[in-house]
């Protein structure tokens, strides 16, 4: 009879653990992940200046003349491209945010699994995924080189959002405005500044609640004008936030709680195919063993030492300029230290730096070699050659050859080169907040 008691006991006593409100008690198995495709749009002409201008206005980087001199009888399309302003600035910020918090949806014990499709827009110069604020399909631009998360919303003029797709707070029976608000700045004039919201937010079937984010009531004319994107969402560490007051978490800092793993991973194509999971190391999408890599979350970034390099099949040389290195999905370029970008490309024949086009540029017919880069304290990375080509770029006028525009371009006066998207497409990459750290391995 005692033991008849005691198992009517503990199974009351497990319904009451498990029908707790949100919030109070949790099941302890987690078994939720969820995957983010990203797919390739073909619509769009790649630029490899525009690409570089952007990465020098995200991080503040003034542009500053290459050794190697500049080409004078290289004629750029500049019918397609609109030519290299050379104008940094130093990056954000920002004003008063509120102090609520965001939570994890825990309304229920299944799994939060689901996939979405994502276009590569520019050739590959940014990639955009479908997400759902309060219901509403918004795509945006998935960054780990930012913590921000804002969206083009009903706030601004129609001429302003002409071409984007928007957010209308007043269809969302979830959304509150919050105390606070945001001011993004560069110093190439570009902006974005408003206030700031919460609502729920879906992103490939997770939910994570009262997650806050920014509403532009006035940005610049680049990002009117960038029609493919209406909005980022910000995955490096919260700490880099700058709504104010804040920080504000992330997204991934949101849903990391609830995830079978504290982990995003990121598995690049470079024909533009590509996803993003979160929350577990799929080990069928990779080959080889994963090496792991050191991070240093100080300054809010992914970043990691990267202190030596080879070109081709050349010995291993260490890097003299900028030794730390960043990993960011929201950059396209692989932008690394000017005397690793002057040692390559003396290894490409024919190629010079462009001042037209703020970059080196080289003959199309040439093969590019592979580029060796060190990461951490022993793991050697490999960049095909074959991935490091990116766009036609324009003629020479005396031979009449094509010019190419590089994937390798100078982190110019940066505390950090920038593994962007032309080197994280040739690895599968984990996000880990665990340690932190960054694994790594050939992805299949």
Not at 324 to 335: F, N, P, R, V
Request: hydrophobic share 30%; charged share 20%.
């Amino acid at each position: 009879m005692h033991l008849l008691y005691s198992l009517i006991l503990i199974v009351c006593l497990s319904y009451e653990v498990f029908a707790a409100p949100s919030g109070l008690l949790r099941p302890i198995r987690k078994s939720k992940s969820f995957r983010v495709e990203r797919v390739k749009r073909s619509n769009y002409v790649r630029d490899g200046s525009t690409a570089l201008r952007k990465a020098y206005r995200k991080y503040g980087i003034t542009a500053s003349q290459m050794d190697g001199g500049n080409m004078d009888d290289f004629e750029p399309f500049f019918g397609i491209f609109g030519g290299f302003g050379g104008n940094g600035g130093n990056g954000r910020q920002s004003s008063s945010s509120s102090s609520s918090s965001s939570s994890s949806d825990s309304s229920t014990d299944s799994d939060q699994e689901g996939t979405v499709t994502a276009t590569s827009v520019e050739g590959g110069s940014e990639f955009v995924s479908p997400v759902v604020i309060g219901g509403q399909n918004i795509t945006l631009d998935f960054d780990t080189g930012s913590a921000d998360m804002w969206v083009m919303n009903t706030g601004l003029s129609s001429s302003t959002t002409k071409g984007h797709e928007t957010f209308d707070p007043e269809k969302s029976s979830t959304f509150q405005y919050v105390n606070g608000e945001f001011d993004i700045s560069y110093g190439d004039s570009s902006y974005a500044a408003g206030y700031l919201g919460q609502d729920t937010v879906n992103i490939g079937g997770a939910i994570v609640k009262n997650q806050v984010f920014g509403l532009p009531v006035e940005v610049s004319s680049e990002f009117i004008e960038d029609t493919s994107s209406n909005g980022l969402v910000g995955l490096s560490f919260s700490s880099l936030n700058s709504f104010e007051p804040g920080p504000q978490k992330t997204f991934f800092d949101n849903i990391a709680a609830e995830l079978e793993e504290p982990v995003f991973t990121s598995r690049l194509r470079s024909d533009g195919v590509g996803e993003y999971g979160f929350g577990k190391i799929d080990h069928s999408l990779y080959t080889g063993t994963m090496a792991n890599i050191s991070i240093d979350s100080s300054a809010g970034f992914w970043q990691f030492d990267s202190t030596q390099y080879a070109v081709g099949s050349g010995a291993t040389r260490d890097i003299t300029n900028v030794t730390a290195a960043i990993a960011d999905t929201g950059t396209t370029l692989l932008l690394i230290s000017p005397d690793v970008v002057e040692a390559y490309y003396e290894e490409v024949k024919g190629s010079s730096y462009s001042s037209s086009v703020g970059g080196y540029i080289y003959p199309c017919s040439v093969d590019l070699p592979d580029l060796t880069m060190g990461m951490g304290s022993s793991f050697q990375a490999v960049v095909p050659g074959s991935v490091l080509e990116y766009a036609e770029v324009g003629t020479n006028k005396t031979s009449g050859e094509t010019m190419c525009y590089g994937g390798v371009q100078s982190c110019s006066g940066s505390d950090f080169q920038i593994f962007g998207d032309m080197f994280l497409r040739s690895y599968y990459v984990v996000f880990d907040k665990r340690g932190p750290s960054l694994g790594v391995a050939t992805h299949k």
